[in-house]
């Protein structure tokens, strides 16, 4: 669809000179964007606090989706089937019923994950706690695991609902925990195949095999020190990173096991000893000991410091106000990681509040404000994932285990905009005779719509072109 008065120039003109109400910031600074079939909050703060109260962990759209053990039995079931195309020497041609199991387990996966993305996008258009939901995408991305592989591909969305959503609105140690242990982050991180050097199972495999003796994978433990709780610069060694991957060992997968969901330690595989990272000692037995550790790590004042913050970042811009991080992570320390707590500091602080225009919305934010503010209810009339994709930000495939980076200038980049542009004509497209931009516009942007939009969107040459015009706006584009 042609857009010929939309300009680049307008697009990326700032728009921190529009005022902006605090009911149009409720429903898009920390909301996902203003349905056009909801009535507005009278009590943007008291509406926000509400939601606590409305949110639902365990969303019917998810409800259809495998749990983690299913879906670790039928990868276990592909990987025998590999080895024993292996093994089949002459029995027909291995290679090629090696590849036909793997192609049969992409496959899987890449339905598993398309399904996931598309229960993610329904949750988000229909849910009646869209702040909560915003901090559920919040914790998704700050404990990503990127789906760039078969099998975390697979277990991605399980990953959200099961580890994520269950404890956004408890403490910060109980989400912690629940991450690390969860099937997705052992493989993303390589932790199932840690094994202590000095563990009955490398000394056996050592016996069998001098020349062989497994050993430690530091992945799962730095990316917790360094991303996950305390952050870099924090004053952790990498004696404290290896020390902590050898409290690890042990933490692994089971799908073969008599309970596939369930959380597995091998005590054979565990390093034996009292550890000691960043001058305290731990000396508990077994899984507890690693556990002990990342609560300690949950408590650290650096992790109050860091998810502080990324929180107020998220919220305020790039560079957050040095009161709001010290605020909020005061209410951390308090609290001891009450996240409840957390998210009414932020919602009493003034600084999220205030009347201008603060962050650059991300794809995925954008396309979420859209749908949202065109009515839509069904995620399925849409591909999600190819269409995040096409925007530059395929759902949980940051490829990285930072994320995506929560900055504006990621975003805004001219080729980007070029995207929106054209994906605006196509949400437009069809309901473009039955919704007109003039009305829909204020409701979108109450008390945010800035006379230049309102000014484009009377001269469109259409009402398809006007609702696209809407959404390419500098008004639409920020939040």
């Not at 898009?28 to 509406?47: H, I």
């Not at 056996?204 to 020190?225: K, Y």
Request: net charge neutral; with cysteine; charged share 20%.
């Amino acid at each position: 669809m042609c857009l010929p008065s939309v300009s680049l120039p307008l697009i990326a003109q700032s728009a921190m000179n529009t005022q902006i109400s605090p009911i149009a910031i409720a429903l898009n600074r920390f909301g996902l964007g203003a349905r056009s079939d909801e009535t507005l909050p009278v009590d943007p703060r008291g509406w926000l606090l509400g939601q606590f109260d409305r949110f639902m962990p365990q969303q019917a759209s998810f409800a259809t989706l495998p749990d983690a053990g299913s879906i670790l039995q039928r990868y276990d079931l592909h990987r025998k089937a590999d080895r024993a195309a292996m093994d089949a020497g002459g029995a027909g041609d291995p290679a090629a019923v090696q590849k036909a199991a793997r192609q049969q387990f992409t496959h899987d996966a890449h339905a598993l994950y398309h399904d996931a993305v598309q229960a993610r996008m329904q949750t988000m258009l229909v849910n009646r706690a869209p702040f909560i939901e915003r901090m559920v995408v919040f914790w998704s991305n700050h404990f990503c695991v990127s789906a760039d592989n078969p099998p975390v591909a697979a277990l991605a969305g399980a990953f959200e609902r099961d580890a994520i959503r269950p404890h956004v609105l408890g403490r910060f140690s109980d989400m912690l925990l629940a991450v690390e242990q969860h099937p997705a982050m052992l493989i993303y991180l390589n932790q199932r195949g840690s094994i202590g050097p000095d563990s009955k199972a490398a000394l056996h495999v050592e016996q069998r095999d001098h020349a062989r003796r497994p050993g430690l994978n530091e992945n799962l433990g730095r990316e917790i020190m360094e991303l996950h709780t305390m952050g870099v610069r924090s004053g952790y060694t990498q004696a404290d990173v290896t020390e902590f991957a050898r409290a690890l060992t042990g933490w692994t997968i089971d799908p073969g096991g008599a309970d596939p969901d369930a959380f597995v330690f091998r005590p054979a595989r565990h390093e034996p000893g009292v550890r000691t990272i960043m001058g305290i000692e731990y000396d508990e037995p077994g899984a507890g000991q690693a556990e002990a550790a990342l609560r300690d790590f949950a408590r650290h004042p650096a992790t109050a410091s860091h998810i502080s913050t990324a929180l107020a970042r998220h919220f305020t811009g790039d560079v957050p106000p040095p009161a709001l991080v010290g605020r909020l992570a005061a209410t951390f320390n308090a609290t001891r990681g009450d996240l409840p707590s957390l998210y009414r500091t932020l919602i009493d602080s003034p600084e999220p509040w205030a009347p201008v225009a603060l962050r650059f919305k991300s794809p995925w934010d954008w396309t979420v404000s859209a749908l949202r503010g065109f009515g839509a209810d069904n995620a399925n009339a849409f591909q999600v994932a190819p269409l995040l994709a096409k925007l530059g930000q395929p759902v949980w495939k940051p490829g990285s285990p930072a994320g995506w980076d929560d900055t504006d200038a990621t975003w805004a980049a001219p080729a980007s905009l070029l995207q929106r542009v054209e994906l605006a004509g196509r949400f437009a497209a069809p309901i473009g005779q039955r919704l007109d931009a003039r009305t829909l516009a204020p409701r979108l942007l109450p008390g945010a719509l800035s006379p230049e939009t309102a000014t484009e969107i009377t001269r469109a040459e259409s009402p398809t072109a006007a609702l696209a015009l809407l959404l390419v706006s500098p008004d639409f584009l920020r939040r």
